[in-house]
């Protein structure tokens, strides 16, 4: 039986094909403004038994397709990141519109978990528009924080009053690659909170898109003085997660 | 219902422009949320009834009432003791508090960091759109939060018939005797508005109504204990919700109405949701009419409400009055011990709530508890921490929802109850 997981976030779309718990595809795209067509798009020319939904648009996509499922972000992630390491016992998510921290079990069941609240304050929406406001392309701007000589103090954790902090910064001839640095710490500082009032122990994992910006990982790595864990495609863990536990139910 | 009661509107001084949008959107959440549900108790109809009639029917009672010079008293908190009113040949009514109205007004006069139910109440003024607000004769504000004393400072230049009632933050013997005294007062003030002397007949009258009232709740409240649920926690929501406005005797026969039904599908291990459930408890800051929002994400989740830890819930009802004094003094001593009971977040020290809320969640078997927190609610959002702490102690699943009357927030309330669902279920 081939079980889908399709993952609609607030950015991207992802999906993956599993058989017998082993990866047999993987695709994305965007989500663009229709993620029902760009759901349909991805989904084109391929063939599944059973699909289960995760992500924001999850309830919407169970609408669509009658025979779906749905899980939430935080059980699929729970379940993609303890494939990848069985020894997880905490999970930090950081995607496009939402941040969540997670703590796990030894048998990886969700045992508390924490989530931001309304606003896209410590997200990947938030790095992504501070990326623009200092005119970097979204995939030079870790590396390009992680080159910084020294940290700056962003105050502002609301994305909008960042974006007016940034502009002081630069009007003052700060350095653009610090500024960034500093923008990534108050982004770190907020992951390190969460994860904190759930209790994090243990082998930390760190999924979701923001997982591939190299900065966040490593400061992050340096806050919680520990190596954490990111899996190949962080991206994919949700849509993992979610095509799992439907092959798991059988 | 409009057409039929807009003279009555009117002549209260109201908005009815405002107000038929109010009821237009009033009603359309009451069908999306109330009717669409499955397996409704038939006693249900009554307080379908009741609410299509809120601003229509009731009022027009009211008004009676007040023809044959019966006085009208209105209140937003659970310390205002009903006892006395109805001792007193009053009636007393919960006022308007649970939408988001006239927010632009309300923030000419309050701080926009201040809780929705403060919020909302004056918003209700200001748009005139509350006719228990217009129809009442003395409106008592009480001393609670620092945000409700600091508002009805406000409330005061905004209506000509506030009464403020002081309360205690401590239980002491300083802080009950502070509580007996304002008792005291208000049974004068009461006697004063009404022109009626308390006796010691009217006030044993009056605390067995409500106590009625009372063990009326607490008859349905016991058989949500059963599994599968009789009765969803919306519709049990909208009792303890209708407990504040409805005609006492009525509702108290309605109620037991209801829960006659609920014995029978018991008996025929009938459910409003399959057996095994999810089984949620709510606890924290009261949800006034039409407050729905959480309750309504949870039972279209996949669980269950079996119990509100609320002063709209057992909070604010678990408790009766002794009725057993013989003289004045004595049945004013029993309406002050039970009031003193009541474990509201302004009272410090306040472990008798975390207790409570553990006893509650044993005693409906609840899986786990979603603490409610409206935002800048600070005594109960406070509380939150500790009383998260000492369920999780207990092994007893809890999350913390800080939230508002807005909508913008349903998207990620609803990933959150869903994953605390999946949670305590798997």
Redesign the interface.
């Known amino acids: 039986m081939i079980c889908a997981g399709i993952d609609i976030g607030s950015r991207s779309i992802e999906l993956v094909l599993v058989e017998n718990q082993k990866v047999i595809e993987t695709r994305q795209t965007d989500t663009g403004f229709d993620p029902i067509s760009q759901a349909k798009k991805v989904m084109e020319g391929i063939k599944f038994d059973k699909i289960m939904a995760t992500g ?1 648009g999850r ?1 919407l996509f169970e609408l669509a397709y009658d025979d779906a499922l ?6 699929a992630h729970a379940a993609g990141v303890r494939l990848e390491f069985p020894e997880a016992l905490a999970i930090l998510d950081i995607g496009g519109q ?1 941040s969540k921290s997670i703590r796990l079990n030894e048998q990886g ?5 924490e ?4 606003c896209a304050a410590g997200t990947g929406k938030f790095l992504e528009i501070m990326a623009q406001n200092l005119g970097f392309a979204l995939d030079e701007f870790g590396p390009a924080a992680l080159a910084a000589q020294k940290d700056l103090q962003i105050n502002s954790m609301c994305t909008v009053f960042a974006e007016s902090e940034v502009t002081s910064l630069i009007a003052k001839g700060q350095d653009r690659q610090e500024i960034a640095r500093g923008l990534h710490l108050s982004v770190v500082k907020r992951a390190v909170g969460m994860l904190n009032r759930v209790g994090a122990q243990g082998p930390i994992v760190f999924s979701g898109g923001v997982a591939q910006n190299p900065c966040m990982v490593k400061m992050v790595s340096d806050a919680l003085a520990k190596e954490i864990l990111v899996p190949e495609s962080p991206q994919m863990m949700g849509a993992l997660g979610a095509a799992m536990i439907m092959d798991a139910r059988g | 219902m409009s057409n039929d009661y807009a003279p009555m509107w009117e002549s209260l001084g109201m908005d009815l422009k405002a107000h038929d949008a109010l009821l237009d959107v009033l009603g359309q959440g009451y069908q999306d949320i109330y009717l669409a549900q499955k397996n409704r108790p038939e006693g249900m109809s009554y307080f379908d009834f009741v609410m299509s009639e809120v601003h229509g029917l009731r009022i027009k009672e009211l008004l009676d009432e007040k023809k044959q010079n019966r006085k009208i008293i209105g209140s937003y908190c659970v310390f205002v003791p009903e006892e006395i009113v109805l001792a007193g040949g009053a009636t007393l009514v919960g006022l308007c508090s649970g939408a988001d109205f006239a927010i632009e007004d309300v923030e000419k006069h309050l701080p926009r960091n201040t809780c929705s139910l403060i919020k909302s109440s004056f918003g209700f003024k200001l748009g005139r759109v509350c006719p228990y607000l217009e129809s009442a004769d003395m409106i008592v504000g009480e001393n609670t939060c620092d945000g409700k004393k600091k508002a009805y400072e406000t409330f005061a230049g905004m209506v000509d018939n506030l009464y403020v009632m002081d309360l205690p933050q401590v239980k002491s013997s300083q802080g009950r005797s502070l509580l007996k005294k304002e008792f005291e007062r208000f049974k004068t003030a009461v006697e004063e508005l009404t022109g009626n002397k308390i006796t010691v007949d009217t006030l044993k009258e009056g605390i067995k109504v409500v106590n009625a009232k009372r063990a009326a709740l607490h008859r349905l409240a016991t058989l949500r204990k059963a599994d599968p649920v009789p009765i969803s926690g919306l519709d049990a929501l909208l009792a303890n919700q209708v407990f504040f406005y409805d005609n006492p005797a009525r509702f108290t026969e309605s109620v037991n109405k209801i829960c006659d039904e609920l014995e029978v599908r018991i008996k025929e291990n009938q459910g409003v949701f399959p057996a095994k459930t999810p089984r949620i408890l709510i606890s924290g800051c009261p949800m006034a009419v039409p407050n729905w929002k959480l309750p309504w994400i949870i039972e279209t989740s996949g669980a269950v409400i079996v119990g509100e830890e609320s002063c709209v819930g057992e909070r604010g009802t678990r408790n009766l009055t002794d009725d057993s004094g013989q003289s004045l003094d004595e049945l004013m001593e029993a309406v002050t011990d039970r009031y003193f009971k009541v474990d509201c977040a302004i009272f410090t020290p306040n472990q008798k709530r975390s207790d409570h809320i553990v006893e509650m969640a044993k005693a409906y078997g609840a899986n786990g508890v979603i603490h409610y927190g409206l935002q800048f609610c600070q005594p109960y959002i406070m509380e939150s921490i500790p009383v998260e702490n000492t369920l ?1 102690n207990l092994g007893i ?1 809890c999350m913390r929802i ?2 508002d009357y807005g909508m ?2 349903m ?2 309330l ?3 109850v ?2 605390f669902i ?2 305590i279920s ?1």
């Not at chain 1, 069941?109 to 978990?113: A, D, L, Q, S």
């Not at chain 1, 989530?115 to 309304?118: G, K, L, P, Q, S």
């Open positions: 924001y309830n749905t899980v939430t972000e935080i059980k939402d069941r969700v045992m508390k978990f989530m931001n609240d309304r | 999780e699943p800080e939230t913008e927030d998207g990620q609803k990933t959150r869903e994953a999946e949670q798997d």
